[in-house]
């Protein structure tokens, strides 16, 4: 792809640019990676975007999509980017990078109906419609769980994370650049994205706070090992300090068993030198996790391919899975009773100013056709107890309704 290092001509406010790519029909994401302030915005002009196996050597800039179940391992979408735009904090263009020349039509098409798209804030409240049924959704994720305890007990499973959804009808007019704001807002230390997929009809609004692979321009390679959730307030509604969070048994074993994960992926593949920090709490919006950090220096191990290596090694991890991982999928797929589609997967830039950024896709939802679908899910350890993994859910949906109750 040749690149055209060229600022933009006409002011561009990043939301308009992914509106008006939506309203054309056209493949557009709109992101801010966690503690950045920054902006980041990609337009393609297909809006049949192919599947493809996800090989970051290979890779122009671009966003990777990619389901929870990938058994093929080429059932990603990569979204290549024709236009790429970087925004200050002021909305200020900052860098640009393109394929199509400034008198391109779709580029000139694009530009015009951006600058048409209106940003004013509307403040309307509607009443959220709940299409799920709360008693029979919370009756069904118990019952999983028990089930899951017991095949715990029994031995077939070490773990496994059950996951459940939750269904809102949407306002008419409801602006999802909107809805990515606030999520910004609420939520700065999660990768927040907005992602349209012409080809699916489907917006996927999420604000995620788990790393799974990432490259930077240095060569260094970094993931985490995050499990273990329990609301970030105490019992008088106040933020608790990390340092003084109490966590159970239960939990400092669902995030040592991703440890271990990640540490065996390694040693799969003769990597030793790799730097382990934690683990540590962090906070990600109203909730607190346990996490642990690694980093490996690709140059100095000679390793460039340690990304792609790692993402296919990694990919479900234990954290959206379980242990085994082929014992947990079986199980997960007989007793969820629905596609997690994206939910679980992995999504983010790939090459975008010589820096990959992969995130587990979590405290997501998928918008069609008024319908927004909130995903939840819970690691059960054998000292799951099913009632506190019903609420634990709740809590993560709280993420996305949080900013769906504004509207």
Known sequence: MTIENKLTQVALRPEAGWQAAQELGWAAVLWRLPRAKEKQLIINFNPELTQTKIVLEDLPAGFAVSPFLNLEGNDSFFIEADLYFRFGVSDEVLAEQSSRPLTDPQRATWENRAHLVDLTPHHEVHPLVHRTHSDVASSSYIQSVQEAVAAIEAGSLKKVVLSRTKEIELPTGLSYVQLFERLNQKYPNAFVSLVYLPHLDQVWLGATPETLVSVDKEGIFRTVALAGTQSAFDGNGQLMSPKKAPWTQKEIEEQALVSRYIISCFKKIRVREYVEEGPKTIIAGN?????????????????????????????????????????????????????RAFYSGFLGPVNVEKETNLFVNLRCMKIQQGIATLYAGGGITEDSDPQKEWQETELKCHTMLSVLAET
């Open 287 to 339: 909730l607190m996790h346990l996490c642990s950090e690694y980093a490996v220096d690709t140059k100095e191990i000679n390793f460039p391919e340690i990304g792609t290596v790692m993402l296919e090694l990694l990919h479900p991890t234990s954290a959206v899975c379980g242990m085994p991982k082929q014992a947990a999928l079986d199980f997960i797929q007989k007793h969820e009773n629905y596609d």
